[in-house]
């Protein structure tokens, strides 16, 4: 089976083969740490999470190097700095910090290397005196600008001619620009913001350059994969593809982009004048971080997702159907000689079709429900192992199954429960309905919700 890509550059999906499959590499731009990240910052997290499991799985953990970037200096890390009256270096720590949390929460797996741009100011000042030295960046009244003029594949990535892409993002006027779709590479910092030495004056670099050179040092000038959201087609990757063929001398940067489609609030665009920001960090307090994930997935990755309260409730349904299926064979190991369905493998092979791939979940969950009825042992501990290794590769399905339903409660309490639950099979046997519904009234009381299912009752605390 063949992992097929759509790749933004050749607007087709096209069959991935790495250059060199000892080495497959996977860069992905990671999170400016200034405040918590907000829903749409974690669609791309989760999705190319999804395909580094894929690459992992094709051709081994070791073999994947995934560089996911951080970056730690930029004016609004400078202005809440300035507004608290730290070092820059406190507010990137403690933001990052809780953006590896939140990400551990959705079960994102950590990237094998995270560079940091102000660790990699060195690399970005050589990167800019090579643009500088072969005629592609000019310096300009203490800055340095890209000449887009000089790169003939300008637009290539997005698609757009140049004057399309001015007229459609926001371009900084400046008259020292040679033409205003020059970008900043190196500029000057304002009274007491961060700085650095260059050849071309003290301060700091643009946010587009930064990639261009962190990718070079941490996985070199050729990479097998580039991904990150739709909006960074233009002007972030754009300008990437720009900066590093110039510096090199080469003929791409990626050999496969990947862009994830928008997040919407409900059919609206996300934005704090709207006041439907969502921010993970908070919405983790009340939501399993596995049902952010599976709503995060619940569309395929280049689509439009709509975020809504229904489909956070539609995928804690989906998920606690598959964990009860669990439930009910704990008692039997699993089969460790069982992969994944070849079904789920091929959807995730078909450009990362999560939403066909978590479809076949319910296929296996429900042969295991089969075969609890009907005793099957060999059954039951063939398909827990399929639904495992199947939920692994897309992050789910992990956790302990009594643990996803119960949640806190107290060993007291988990007793109390269970002997609840035995005198309402009791009393369901002997056809006392009133004794029968007395004892779920008691359940209820309690604060947990029985599912009576094929092969018994089985119960999770409310939401």
């Not at 759509?6 to 499959?21: G, I, N, S, Y």
């Not at 690399?123 to 340095?144: C, D, P, Q, T, W």
């Not at 004057?163 to 910092?189: C, N, Q, T």
């Not at 109390?416 to 008691?442: C, H, M, N, P, S």
């Amino acid at each position: 089976m063949t992992l097929k890509l759509h790749d933004t550059m050749a607007r087709e999906k096209r069959d991935f083969v790495p250059a060199d499959r000892n080495r497959v590499t996977m860069y992905v731009c990671g999170p400016t740490v200034y405040n918590y990240a907000h829903i749409g910052n974690f669609r791309p997290v989760v999705a190319f999470d999804v395909l580094y499991r894929v690459l992992r799985h094709l051709y081994g953990e070791d073999a994947v190097v995934y560089a996911r970037n951080v970056t730690d200096v930029d004016d609004k890390i400078n202005k809440k700095a300035a507004d608290e009256g730290v070092d820059i270096k406190v507010i990137t720590d403690r933001y990052l910090a809780a953006y590896h949390e939140d990400a551990d929460a959705l079960g994102a797996l950590r990237p094998n290397l995270e560079p940091k741009a102000t660790d990699h100011i060195g690399a970005i000042v050589e990167m800019i005196g090579k643009l500088v030295e072969n005629g592609s960046a000019y310096a300009a009244e203490g800055h340095v600008l890209f000449d887009t003029q000089s790169f003939a594949d300008y637009g290539q990535l997005s698609g757009r001619d140049l004057d399309e892409m001015i007229a459609g993002a926001r371009v900084e006027v400046a008259p020292y620009k040679r033409h205003p779709a020059d970008f900043v590479l190196w500029k000057p910092s304002k009274e007491n913001e961060p700085e650095w030495q260059s050849p071309w004056g003290a301060g700091r670099p643009g946010w587009h350059i930064e990639c261009s050179a962190m990718i070079d040092k941490t996985l070199g000038q050729t990479i097998d994969i580039h991904a990150g959201g739709i909006d960074l087609t233009f002007p972030h990757h754009e300008n990437e593809v720009a900066q590093s063929r110039c510096a090199h001398d080469a003929p791409v940067l990626a050999n496969y982009w990947l862009h994830n489609g928008f997040l919407d609030m409900g059919g609206e665009k996300m934005s704090k004048s709207l006041g439907n920001v969502i921010i993970p960090h908070e919405l983790l307090k009340t939501v399993p971080g596995e049902v952010i994930r599976w709503a995060l997935l619940s569309a395929h990755y280049r689509q439009p997702l709509d975020w809504t309260p229904e489909l956070i409730e539609q995928s804690k349904k989906s998920l606690d159907r598959l964990y009860g299926a669990l439930r009910r064979a704990k008692d039997v190991p699993m089969d460790q000689a069982m992969e994944a369905p070849e079904d789920t493998i091929a959807a995730l092979m078909d450009d990362l079709n999560t939403p066909l791939a978590t479809s076949t979940l319910f296929e296996v969950s429900s042969l295991i429900e089969k075969a609890v009825t009907a005793g099957d042992t060999a059954a039951i501990a063939a398909n827990k192992a399929r639904l495992i290794e199947a939920g692994a590769l897309l992050g789910f399905l992990q956790a302990d199954p009594d643990s996803w339903f119960e949640g806190d409660a107290s060993d007291e309490l988990k007793a109390q429960v269970e002997d609840l639950l035995a005198r309402r099979v009791a009393a369901r046997a002997a056809k006392d309905w009133t004794a029968a519904d007395a004892i779920r009234g008691e359940l209820d009381a309690l604060g947990v919700v029985v599912m009576d299912g094929p092969a018994g009752a089985t119960w999770r605390m409310k939401d």
